[in-house]
């Protein structure tokens, strides 16, 4: 798999149209309408071939593209603008935006409109145990908490963790996450599937499975993934020198589905005695379709080597700060040149806040460095949760930025709030102020997904029944 750079056009930026709606906007001073509350389907008869389908985002006050050749700047921005979606696509983007036949407009003035967050490292059945281990280190946390629980979590009840941390991140603005998923028997892999899929996130499977099952790695990509459009498959490993044979294999199986390779690597100073790097460089797995999560304890001579041949890295600072294990060398990387973006890294994160992680991952160099001007600034860390991240796993063709032709994952932000008002600079205001309970509305290919910040038809009170019912099992098992 290799990276699009997907074409814009100033020409498309309008689209369809440019003319104002029929419908006068509200007079200075009038209550603004509800948001959430769609408005009538256009009455105008519609073109041959017009398919009546798709919602206007109208007059948002501030939307961030993140393509600069769409807004202004770095990050794509348009102030007073409007976005509309058809056909699971962004259709245009730009100024007064006629509504075609059949659409539904929704007001965003006040609002903030952007791509949804590229969540590229999490492990979602981890919230069965949340807070766990919390005194521990890596090597603590894995021995305590991760591998004795996983042990005993049953398909049915994987269902109901899954589920619940694959909601909360949906409900937090993720709109891509990439699963990297521990080994388990094909009966829980196809019900881990099922709930990632009934909550109608963009997901990417991340499977790790023991070389002598290696079998179930396609299986699963061909029955369980490539019927669900909004699903794809990676193939997920923890590189060591030990273990080249079967490493060697799995990149083989990584290859032949012409998938990405995905591992973690040097979280924790001890890793360095298992060389990953050097027994992925053997295997020849070094590439644009290998992500590295955590890559904490990289040497001069490593970084050099990932950029030289374009390797993706997955930074999750909460989860590092939280497990002790240190700090990525993100400054050095992005100098060299190496794509990165942020994980939140399941249980050991202990959060689905996408806010919090941009925040750490500004907060954590700067401490470090002294330097308020190193790398990752404001604009910088917007982009490693949007376009960054979708370019580390091989989608920036179709998610990561509102450029007309892509998905249509978008979020909306309300900054209407305790939290974030009163407005001072609203990009920045996003990475510093916000929190999940600020977005107001999700789109996952254009389907509306969280409305007034609600999840849409999810009865919320039974998830977590069920999921606490799940984990008194779990308890029990122990």
Known sequence: MTDFSHPSRRGLLAGLAVAPLAVAAPSAGARRPEPSALSAPSPARPPDGAD???VLLRGADLILTMDPAVGEGPLGTLADADVLLRQGAIAAVGRRLSAPYGTRVLDMSGRIVMPGFVDVHNHLWQSSMRG???SQDLYGWLGACNRPTLAHIGA???Y???RLSALDVLGAGVTTVVDWVHPIPFDTTERYVRALADTGLRFVYAMAQDVRQADLVPRAKRELLDPLPLASAQVAVHAQQSVLDPLRRFHE??????VMFNSHVLEHPGDRADDPIGALRTIGALGPDLLLNHAIHLTDEEIDRLADHDVRVAHCPLSNMRLASGIMRLPELHARGVKAGLGQDGGS???SDMFALMKAAVGLQRALHRDAAIHPGIPEVLRMATLGGAECIGLADRVGSLTPGKRADVIVIDPAALNFAPRTDWTGQ????????????????GRLRKDRGALVDVDVPSVVR?????????????
Do not use: K, Q, W
Not at 253 to 258: K, L, P, Q, S, V
Not at 466 to 478: F, G, H, I, M, P
């Open 466 to 478: 069920r999921a606490e019912r799940a984990a008194s099992r779990l308890r029990a098992a122990a």
């Open 160 to 162: 109901d963790f899954v």
């Open 156 to 158: 049915e009840d994987m």
């Open 52 to 54: 009546g389908n798709g």
């Open 349 to 351: 994160n202990d959060t």
């Open 132 to 134: 766990g281990c919390s």
């Open 430 to 445: 996003i990475v510093l102020n916000g929190y999940p309970s600020n977005i107001s509305h999700v789109f996952v290919d």
């Open 253 to 258: 199986i990584a290859r032949d589905m012409g």
